[in-house]
């Protein structure tokens, strides 16, 4: 099977500059592509985890990936899909988070200097050395104004009346250059983006067409939502950390445990690697057995992400709390002072400092609600002591926001 035919089934295709072109490219000689994140933050999450999987998928064929994190334009800010400026991140900031990255894409990819092997770049080591004269005197004369206004990251800021700043608008520019940079550079022949990535994807190309002659290519995922619409990568508790020091394999794993219904069966396509066979087994028993599906999904995306053993311990906690009803000391777990839980700390205080709620209004509102438990016990009173006399055997106190989001409280030794 080809790349293309595999990326296809997998159901990563949305768009293509030239799929008859690129196939016949592909399927004669290897090939470089590259991919670009945001450096925002110390880890890359579960919205960008079909990115991954394609490099992952492009390496496995023998392609080259490179993934350029935008050190540089990080600092700009694509406008895509925003009605507000990014915060501005420092310098120091941004290498933490390239290194946060770094780490994320390990987890997938094989770095080093072969043929297909991943390499990752900062664009801040091209860009940050143009001077702005040079730049639009040698590039800005290809860009055209009235097609830039047009271009959806643009024009739905515009139709809502909110503010573009002109810092954001060169941001397609520079995105165009730094394809332009990897084709002259990398040989990179290919960029690879979500369907919002588009007009930014073929000003890029473009570029390198009136540059160098040569034709260069783009191809656009489908953005993901779950079935009830909401964003790939979010959940109640905030983003879906690939990393582990930024979220437990545990929470991971139960992210995944508690797809919807329908997307189940999409999921299994684009996140786990299943044979044809696999998947039509796979697909017989979400048919039959929903939950035994969801299960066998989280533990396979799980340990894509996380390894075997992390995986299997973060299903065998899940089985211990919710089958049979235990409390597991591989859940996620908080640490107070003893004097500070002998003198108590109110409940709707704990549910907050625990990360069962954003706030610590909606900590009162999810209590009021009856949907918070201590030991399993719904908590009657906002006002609630929770205290050293409530430790159980097992050394923790278990607290509970909903049926399926649980912490342990338990004393610094």
Known sequence: MSFIEDFTNRGYFYQCTNLEQLSKLMDSKKIAAYVGFDCTAKSLHAGSLMQIMILRLLQQHGHKPIIIVGGATTKIGDPTGRDDMRKVLSNEELEENFAGIKKSLSKYLTFGDGKSDAVMLN???????IKWIDF???YGKYFSVNRMLTMDSVKLRLERDQPMSFLEFNYMLLQAYDFYHLNTVHDCVLQFGGSDQWGNIIMGADLIKRLTGIEAHGITTPL?????GVKMGKSVGGAVWLNEDMLSPYDYFQYWRNTEDLDVIRFAKLYCEYLPNDLEQFKKLAAIEINQAKKQLAHRITELCHGKEAA?????????????????????????????????????????????????SESKRLIRGGGARIN???????????????ILESGFIK???????????????
């Open 123 to 129: 664009n801040a080591s091209w860009l940050e050395t």
């Open 136 to 138: 639009l005197r040698d």
């Open 224 to 228: 993901l939502t779950t079935a009830s």
């Open 312 to 360: 299997n311990l973060a299903m065998k906690t899940a089985i211990r709390i919710f089958e049979e009803k235990n409390i597991d000391e591989n859940l996620p777990t908080i640490y107070v002072s003893q004097d500070r839980l002998k003198s108590g700390i109110l409940a709707y205080e704990v549910l907050f400092e625990a990360g069962l709620a954003e706030s610590k």
């Open 376 to 390: 399993d016990i719904k908590i009657e009173d906002e006002n609630t002591l929770i205290t050293s006399a409530m």
């Open 399 to 413: 607290l509970s926001a909903g049926k399926k989001k649980h912490i342990l409280l338990t004393t610094n030794q």
